[in-house]
């Protein structure tokens, strides 16, 4: 995979206005897996076996009746035709009926595949991406915030990729903060893991944080820390080789309002979405993106990232804004990392 994208967008005017959705977040007073592919752009196979016997019996239909009518001709004489002439239209007519019904069962089969197969496969995949989700919690002297967050594979080594802004005000305070990360649980019932991380400390010293482009990366600070059987690192989507285009479906993970595991269930509303002054160009989605949803994971409905949850406009509803992956390779390639094929 190329780490370095072509990043492109347009300008729109800069009075837009953006809220972290981890920004807001609540504050407390007080102390490789399997490829799930869709049938649903694809014609079924029935269909296909439908439509080569309609034009077979289309072109058999008209040359039986080329043949009838110059067998007639040679027959009768050139008085019968008007009979061929008629005979002829009546059988071109019944074989478009036929073709036209025939065309009805491909639609009702086609409407079918489309339904059917989103009902059966998105739980499943829900299922194998979700548990990559990890839920954030910070504390600084005047409280907690946090938001959410997902492990990544970089260099051989696991990470926990998420926003800067889900940790700022705490790595304000202190640098070498801790970090509170719970592991995917799927239930309210069964008590889930929880680790502590802090932000990963590069070779040249610097920290792991980009500002710019709001991320973060932290790593795990428990010995012999390993991933539980059914959570794998996410596998990210080359958007320079397959560019994502608006009216994609995407499923987002994360813990709005501190509530975790939550999935979220949308369309693509726009693929490079260029928002204010920052410079950064974005995926606009149509999903709920509310306060502890950022830093979380959006994947295509085949499993793979494209991108990371980062905001939504003030006031708004169902106008969410997540960091192309193009972005996240080209600040992981800036700190020397590079996703695990």
């Not at 008085?79 to 036929?98: A, F, G, P, Y």
């Not at 959006?298 to 406009?313: A, E, W």
């Amino acid at each position: 995979m190329n780490p370095l994208s072509a990043v492109r967008g347009r300008n729109v005017p800069s009075s837009a206005r953006l809220s972290g959705a981890g920004a807001d977040a609540l504050r407390f007073r007080g102390s490789e897996p399997d490829r799930v592919t869709l049938s649903a752009n694809r014609t079924p196979e029935k269909s296909t076996r439908w439509k080569v016997p309609a034009y077979i019996l289309l072109t058999l239909g008209l040359l039986g009746s080329t043949a009838c009518t110059t067998t007639s001709q040679s027959m009768r004489g050139p008085d019968t035709s008007i009979t061929r002439e008629m005979t002829l239209q009546q059988r071109v007519e019944s074989l478009e009926s036929k073709i036209r019904s025939l065309q009805a069962q491909m639609d009702a089969m086609t409407d079918q595949a489309v339904v059917v197969p989103l009902q059966e496969v998105l739980p499943v995949l829900v299922g194998r991406v979700a548990p990559s989700h990890v839920t954030i919690r910070t504390f600084y002297k005047d409280g907690m915030s946090g938001g959410s967050g997902m492990w990544i594979e970089l260099n051989g080594k696991l990470y926990i990729l998420t926003n800067h802004h889900v940790i700022e005000k705490a790595h304000d305070e202190n640098s070498g903060f801790t970090a509170s990360v719970r592991l995917y649980n799927g239930s309210d019932f069964d008590r889930s893991q929880s680790v502590s991380a802090r932000l990963v400390r590069l070779p040249d010293g610097k920290q792991a944080v980009s500002k710019k482009q709001d991320l973060a990366l932290l790593e795990v600070t428990n010995p012999n820390f390993r991933l539980p059987a059914n959570v794998s690192p996410v596998r990210l989507r080359d958007l320079s080789a397959e560019p994502l285009r608006p009216g994609e479906l995407a499923i987002g993970v994360g813990s709005p309002f501190f509530l975790p595991d939550a999935v979220t269930f949308g369309v693509v509303s726009h693929s490079e979405r260029r928002m204010g002054n920052d410079g950064n160009i974005y995926i606009q989605v149509d999903h709920q993106v509310n306060p502890g949803m950022s830093g979380g994971a959006f994947y295509d409905l085949q499993g793979r990232l494209i991108g990371v949850t980062r905001s939504k406009i003030k006031d708004s509803e169902n106008i969410g804004f997540i960091i192309r992956n193009d972005s996240v390779l080209e600040v992981l390639a800036g700190w020397n990392l590079w996703p695990d094929a």
